[in-house]
C-alpha cells in the first residue's frame, strides 16, 4: 500500500509540474499580444524625436528552385524514363501511349556513384 500512495505521489507531482508548466507557457503566449504595441510605442517615441519618412518597402517574389524548373520542360529526360519503363515491364504488357508521366524528382545519392 506504501508504493502505492508513493506512486500516486510521482504520479501527481508530475502532472502538476506539467500543468504548472503549460499554464506559464499559456500566460506568455497571451502576451504576444502587446508585442507590436510596445514595439510601436518605442518606434514611435523615436520618430516623434527625429522627423524621417519611413523607407519604401519592397515585396520581392519567393525564387523559384531551379531543379524543379529544370525538369518540368526536360522531354529527353521523359522519354528516357519513359523508355525505361518500357524495358521494365517488357514492352508487351502496356503500350507508350497509355504510360503517364505525373512528376520527375531527383533522389539524393547516398555516396556511391
Known amino acids: 500500500m506504501e508504493m502505492f500512495m508513493e506512486a500516486v505521489q510521482n504520479t501527481l507531482v508530475g502532472m502538476g509540474t506539467v500543468f504548472v508548466v503549460l499554464i506559464?507557457?499559456?500566460?506568455?503566449?497571451?502576451?504576444?499580444?502587446?508585442?507590436?504595441?510596445?514595439?510601436?510605442?518605442?518606434?514611435?517615441?523615436n520618430k516623434k524625436a527625429s522627423p524621417v519618412a519611413a523607407p519604401q518597402v519592397e515585396t520581392v517574389a519567393a525564387p523559384v528552385?531551379?531543379?524543379?524548373?529544370?525538369?518540368?520542360?526536360?522531354?529527353?529526360?521523359?522519354?528516357?524514363?519513359?523508355?525505361?519503363?518500357?524495358?521494365?515491364?517488357?514492352?508487351?504488357?502496356?503500350?507508350?501511349?497509355?504510360?503517364?508521366?505525373?512528376?520527375i524528382k531527383r533522389a539524393k545519392r547516398t555516396g556511391r556513384r
Open 24 to 45: 506559464f507557457i499559456s500566460l506568455i503566449i497571451s502576451l504576444f499580444q502587446y508585442i507590436p504595441k510596445i514595439e510601436a510605442a518605442l518606434k514611435g517615441g
Open 65 to 103: 528552385e531551379e531543379e524543379e524548373e529544370e525538369l518540368v520542360g526536360d522531354d529527353a529526360l521523359v522519354a528516357v524514363i519513359t523508355a525505361a519503363l518500357m524495358a521494365y515491364q517488357g514492352g508487351t504488357s502496356t503500350s507508350k501511349d497509355q504510360l503517364i508521366v505525373r512528376s
